[in-house]
């Protein structure tokens, strides 16, 4: 079987009940993407699927065989960091930073629904939201972070959206 994996083409033979989050540790060595609760619960496990954040914990691999995935890994280089991933080590987003790669992810996703006009349960104006510190908040939601460091979290992504 075959996905498109950060722009690559790559090759495994997982059992059809094999999840995403683990055809990507297991099959392929891209350990970026964490596990934490295997529940859909703290997305840990978000990657973007054809530019969607999706829990990686709750779908099978199978399925996303014909879409484009984006890992952790996918997202900047060593050399070359997306402002995400500068945004958080200057404002110390990642503390521990076993949800970092989740959480960056998710909010790669999210800005991208933003720039696309998408309200949230928090978006004041459904024609025209605004990405407020409430309204990042809500929309990270599905990323918990043991650390408790979403204040910094929520600073490093407003200064990204700005």
């Known amino acids: 079987m ?18 995403l989050a683990d055809l990507l540790r297991n099959h392929l060595g891209l350990t970026g993407t964490k596990i934490g609760c295997n529940h859909g619960q703290c997305g ?6 054809e530019g969607r954040r999706v ?13 484009a995935i984006v890992t952790i890994e996918g997202i900047g280089s ?7 991933q500068t945004a958080f080590v200057a404002h110390d987003g990642y503390q521990c930073g076993y949800c970092t790669p989740g959480q960056i992810c998710s909010a790669v996703g999210m800005l991208d629904e933003a720039a696309k006009g998408w309200a949230s349960h928090a978006s004041g104006d459904l024609t025209a939201p605004t990405l407020t ?9 599905g990323n918990l ?15 990204v959206a700005a």
């Open 2 to 19: 075959q996905w498109t994996i950060n722009g690559e083409r790559r090759t495994a033979d997982p059992d059809v009940r094999t999840t």
């Open 44 to 49: 840990a496990c978000t990657v973007l699927i």
């Open 55 to 67: 829990n990686s914990c709750l779908c099978l691999a199978v399925m996303h065989q014909d879409d």
């Open 78 to 84: 060593a050399d070359a960091l997306h402002p995400l």
């Open 133 to 141: 510190r409430e309204e990042i908040a809500e929309r990270m939601s």
């Open 145 to 159: 972070c043991r650390c408790a460091a979403y204040p910094n979290i929520v600073d490093a992504i407003a200064e």
